[in-house]
C-alpha cells in the first residue's frame, strides 16, 4: 500500500459501542480483517462479558454496569485508547477494505480535527431492509443530509454521526470525550465541541456499510428517537442544531394535518387532498426508479412521508420538552 502523503502511518484505534449481540455482530466483526491499513486496534465496549471471534488486535471492555448509552461507551474505550485517531462506527456498521486509508489522509492537514463518511446500504441486507435504505438515499427525506447515506462530494461540515466518524484524540481528551448521556444526539454535542478546535471534513470515499431497520415500523421508531433529540438540541445547542432544514418536516407535517382537518369540514377538497398526498409518495418514489423495480418504488415514497411525518411529530415534541433524560 502507498503511503501518499504520510511519512508514517498514525496508529488508529477502531471504537465499537456494542449493545446488540447477535450472530450478524460477530459476521461484521470478521470483516475488519480486510482493512487495508496496517496500524490499528479495535476496541469494542459492552455490559456484558462477550467471547470475541479470533481477530487479531480486538479487545473487549466490558463497562461493569447496565444499559449504558453508545457515549458512555465512547468515553469509557478513550481511556484505553492507543490510537493518534479514534475511529467511531456503530456495532451494526462494518467498513470498506479503504476505509481508513481514505479517512486517515486527511489528517495531514493540521485544520482538521475530524473525518466523516457515509453510512451505506450493504447488499446483504434484506428486502425491507434495502426499501429503508432508499428511503434513507432519497433527496426528498434526507434533503441535505444525503451524504450520510451515499458516497458523494468531500465537504466540509458542521455535524456528523458517530457510525462513521474519525477524530484526533488529543482533541477528543481536550473537549472531554463526549461527556454526554444522550442516546441520539450525541453525536451533534460532540461535533459542537469540535469546532471550536478545528474543520470536520465529509469523505465520500471514506465507506462504512450500515445495516437498516426494516420499512416501516422498525425504521420509524428509529427515526422518532432522531426527531425528539433534534427537537430538543433545536433549542438547547443552537450553534449546530438550529437550522431552518430541520424544521422542513414538522413544517410538512402540520400542513399535511391542516389540510387533512380542512377537508374534513368542507368534503369537496379531500379529493384535493388525496391527489396532493399521491403526488408527494410519487414524488418519493421517483428517486428510487431506477435502483429497484417499479413496484417496490411505492413503499419507498410511502416510507418518505411517513419519515417526515413521524419525524416532524418527533422533533416538535422535543422543542415542547423541558428536560430530556436520555
Sequence with gaps: MPKENFSD?????IIIPLYVICKRFFQDLLKFQSLNYPRFEILIVSDKEVKLPPIQNAR?????????????????????ARGEICAFIDDDA???????????????????????GPGVTPKEDGYWEQLSGLVYESIFCSGLAQNR??????????DWPAYNLLV???VLKMVGGYGIHYYGGEDTFLCMKLLKHGKILYEGQAIVFHHR????????????NIGLHRGYFF???????????????????ISLFTSFAISLVKPKLLPIFFTSLLFFI?????????????????????????VHVTYGLKFIQGLLTKNLER
Design 235 to 253: 433549542k438547547k445547542y443552537p450553534q449546530t442544531s438550529r437550522k431552518w432544514f430541520y424544521l422542513l418536516p414538522s413544517t410538512l407535517t
Design 9 to 13: 502511518y498514525p496508529f488508529v484505534s
Design 60 to 80: 473487549l471492555i466490558t463497562t461493569g454496569k447496565n444499559k449504558t448509552g453508545p457515549a458512555e461507551k465512547r468515553d469509557l474505550a478513550l481511556h484505553h
Design 94 to 116: 462494518y467498513p470498506d477494505s479503504d476505509w481508513l486509508r481514505k479517512a486517515v489522509i486527511h489528517f495531514g492537514k493540521k485544520e482538521v480535527v475530524a473525518v466523516g
Design 168 to 170: 484526533r484524540t488529543s
Design 213 to 224: 431497520r426494516k420499512l416501516f415500523f422498525d425504521l420509524l421508531r428509529q427515526i422518532s
Design 149 to 158: 447515506f451515499l458516497p458523494l462530494g468531500n465537504k466540509f461540515v458542521i
Design 282 to 306: 410519487l414524488l418519493g418514489a421517483s428517486t428510487a426508479i431506477k435502483k429497484t423495480q417499479w413496484y417496490k418504488t411505492i413503499f419507498v415514497g410511502t416510507g418518505v412521508i411517513l
